[in-house]
C-alpha cells in the first residue's frame, strides 16, 4: 500500500522559511516521479512543483520560482520542499503526491498524502 506522510508545517511570518518533508513507503520511491500540490478554500488545488525519479529534472509554478526548491533523497525514500521568502499568498494545505512514471505531471497523481497546513501571517 502507499503511504506518503507529510510534515513540516506551521506558522510563519512573510519573509521566514519552512522545509517541508514527505516519507513514502510502500512502494519503489526512487523509480517515480513526485510533486507537491497545495489547496485552498478560495483558490482551490494547485499544483507547486516537480520532481523526476533520479531528482535531475525539477519545475516550479512562476509564483514560487526563486523561493522555493524540491528535492529528494531516495536513500531515505523522503521528498522536501524548502520554502524561502514566504508570502501570506503560500497560505494552504500542502499535500505530496506520487505519480505513474519517471516523470512528474500536473495532473496526473497517483496517491495523496494527508496533507500540512502551512500559514504565513504578521
Known amino acids: 500500500e502507499v503511504q506518503l506522510v507529510e510534515s513540516g508545517g506551521g506558522l510563519v511570518q512573510p519573509g521566514g522559511s519552512l522545509r517541508l518533508s514527505c516519507a513514502a513507503s510502500?512502494?519503489?520511491?526512487?523509480?517515480?516521479?513526485m510533486s507537491w500540490i497545495r489547496q485552498t478554500p478560495g483558490k482551490g488545488r494547485e499544483w507547486v512543483s516537480g520532481?523526476?525519479?533520479?531528482?535531475?529534472?525539477?519545475a516550479y509554478i512562476d509564483s514560487v520560482k526563486g523561493r522555493f526548491t524540491i528535492s529528494r533523497d531516495n536513500a531515505k525514500n523522503t521528498l522536501y520542499l524548502q520554502m524561502n521568502s514566504l508570502k501570506p499568498e503560500d497560505t494552504a494545505v500542502y499535500y505530496c503526491a506520487n505519480h505513474k512514471s519517471y516523470f512528474y505531471s500536473q495532473t496526473d497523481f497517483d496517491t495523496w498524502g494527508q496533507g500540512t497546513q502551512v500559514t504565513v501571517s504578521a
Open positions: 520532481i523526476t525519479s533520479g531528482g535531475i529534472t525539477t
Open positions: 510502500g512502494f519503489t520511491f526512487s523509480r517515480y516521479g
